[in-house]
């Protein structure tokens, strides 16, 4: 016997709880005329950077998308959580994808936060400089 019934939800891990925000702001952004070009886009071998959703805007913008999900807005809440380091590794990520390219289209970083009150985006959130 084990000490969970078998029709026990599955436990709300951090995994689950980024893929599930991922999807939310996937979902928000499509409903704004963003087109999925890449999700969870990573680069090669250790210590590189990681972007969770790259988007094509309207205008041809290509959109690098960091999701910050938090449960409460205590230290700073989602938003907080995007720091330098953070920063950091997101550029290095998008310049090694846009390595790839032919055309180098205009860039932004923006940052869409999922929190209990909802989702905010932050469009043009930091910069490459």
């Not at 969970?4 to 689950?16: G, I, N, V």
């Not at 997101?90 to 929190?115: G, K, N, S, W």
């Amino acid at each position: 016997m084990g000490s969970f019934p078998e029709h026990a939800a599955p436990r709300r891990t951090t995994k689950r709880i980024g893929d599930a925000a991922e999807d939310e702001a996937l979902r928000y952004l499509q409903e704004h005329g963003l087109q999925l070009v890449h999700r969870n886009y990573r680069t090669p071998g250790r210590g590189g950077g990681e972007i969770d959703l790259i988007m094509r805007a309207p205008d041809g913008t290509c959109v690098f998308v960091e999701v910050r999900a938090r449960a409460s807005s205590q230290h700073g809440g989602a938003a907080a959580s995007v720091g330098v380091t953070k920063q950091r590794r997101i550029i290095f990520a998008a310049r090694h994808y846009l390595m790839q390219l032919r055309t180098l289209p205009p860039c932004r970083f923006d940052v869409l936060l999922v929190e209990p009150t909802g989702l905010e985006w932050l469009q043009g959130a930091f910069d490459a400089s």
